[in-house]
């Protein structure tokens, strides 16, 4: 009879365990996800910013051409 409650224990204890080893795999990857969307977001920032240089850097060329 113990025995029976023993192996019941023994499940309980290694569901718990997997259980918990899956809500930490699931932190790791939500914690990669949100990382990876702030760097793109960052990189989208970068790359607008670059843009408007661009522009500026073109609208300048134009603005001081030579008059002949």
């Not at 224990?9 to 996800?33: E, K, N």
């Not at 977001?41 to 300048?60: C, P, Q, Y």
Request: net charge positive; aromatic share 14%.
């Amino acid at each position: 009879m113990p025995n029976i409650y023993l192996n019941k224990f023994i499940w309980l204890y290694i569901s718990i365990d997997l259980l918990q080893s899956a809500i930490g795999y699931y932190r790791q990857i939500l914690v990669i996800m949100t990382n990876t969307t702030r760097n793109i977001s960052k990189i989208n920032d970068f790359v607008r910013h670059k843009n408007k240089l661009k522009l500026g850097e073109k609208r300048a060329q134009y603005r001081f051409l030579p008059t002949v």
